[in-house]
């Protein structure tokens, strides 16, 4: 056999171990988006859509199954969390890549690589003995809180976004900004007007992980949000998001009953809200 047949028999076999993967991989999906659409299917049906994704009471066996309190504490926890990941990591990704010297900056990234390999239970433990006594003692009441746990998951992703986005930094071509220099422009006004700008597409990248990890934590959060259903306006009040319902929930809910099935409703809903922010901020990078 030829050196060339044996090159076209390895291309076949490949070839057919990609076909077989990309078969799997697809048949997994189908079988996925098959039980949450079956569940999902038979909560709304037996309740109706309105009492289901906007009804305020939780109490399966009652025949209460309203999302409401948890889709809420899942935006407002994850909208705070961003908001701290971006304004800390943010500047720390400028200042790793452009704001101190390179062994300097080599010793940083390593930090914030090892940073973002502690488990979110540490995170948690953090939280619960750094961030609940400090709502405590600001802000009154028990200190678990729907404020604590978005403070505690956006420390928790602040490592994500910065070296991320130092990542997006470093990859700006340097003649970019030699003619920004060239052309006048200031240190600071090259590295804001031209570095950021340039930039920006893989900040919006490091946004989109970010966000995905906002929606999908459990563990950290569950440890300092005070695991309460209740639908409130009070940051400092005890809460519940979709992830940390379904952690708690699931010994009094298992699958097969209403309670599980309402379970597997948030779940279809974390799946749904984590493509459509992911559609959205792709948008905002640029893409189709």
Same mark, same amino acid.
């Not at 028999?9 to 697809?26: D, S």
């Not at 010793?107 to 090892?114: D, S």
């Given at each position: 056999m030829s050196v060339h047949q044996r090159n076209l028999?390895?291309?076949?076999?490949?070839?057919?171990?990609?076909? &077989?993967? *990309?078969? /799997? +991989?697809?048949?997994? #999906? =189908?079988?996925?988006?098959?039980?949450?659409a079956r569940d999902t299917a038979a909560v709304l049906s037996r309740y109706g859509i309105?009492?289901?994704?906007?009804?305020?009471?939780w109490?399966?066996?009652?025949?209460?199954?309203?999302?409401?309190?948890?889709?809420?504490g899942t935006a407002v926890v994850g909208v705070l969390?961003?908001?701290?990941?971006?304004?800390?990591?943010?500047p720390l990704a400028v200042v790793v890549r452009r704001?101190?010297?390179? &062994?300097? *900056?080599? /010793? +940083?990234?390593?930090? #914030? =690589?090892?940073m973002m390999a502690i488990p979110s239970v540490l995170w948690g433990w953090w939280g619960l003995d750094t961030v609940?006594?400090?709502v405590r003692a600001g802000f009154g009441g028990p200190g678990f809180s729907l404020l604590a746990a978005g403070l505690t998951l956006g420390v928790m992703l602040v490592p994500t976004f910065a070296a991320l986005g130092a990542e997006a930094v470093a990859a700006v071509p340097e003649i970019v900004e030699d003619a920004a220099r060239a052309l006048g422009a200031t240190e600071d006004q090259t590295l804001?007007?031209?570095?950021?700008?340039?930039?920006?597409p893989g900040f919006v990248r490091a946004l989109m992980v970010a966000a995905g990890r906002a929606l999908a934590e459990t563990m950290a959060v569950q440890m300092v949000i005070g695991g309460q259903p209740n639908l409130t306006l009070r940051l400092t009040a005890p809460g519940s998001t979709l992830t940390t319902a379904i952690l708690?929930?699931?010994?009094?809910?298992?699958?097969?009953?209403?309670?599980g099935r309402a379970l597997t409703v948030m779940a279809a809903l974390l799946l749904a809200g984590t493509w459509w922010l992911a559609r959205e901020l792709k948008r905002w990078e640029g893409g189709p």
């Open positions: 028999r390895t291309e076949a076999r490949q070839r057919h171990l990609f076909l &077989a993967a *990309g078969g /799997v +991989l697809a048949f997994l #999906l =189908a079988a996925l988006l098959a039980w949450f309105l009492p289901v994704l906007l009804g305020t009471r109490a399966p066996h009652a025949g209460w199954v309203g999302l409401l309190p948890f889709e809420w969390a961003l908001v701290v990941a971006v304004l800390l990591g943010g704001r101190v010297p390179p &062994a300097v *900056g080599r /010793v +940083l990234t390593a930090a #914030l =690589a090892g609940v006594p400090a804001w007007s031209v570095t950021v700008v340039a930039a920006l708690t929930q699931l010994s009094a809910s298992p699958p097969g009953t209403p309670g």
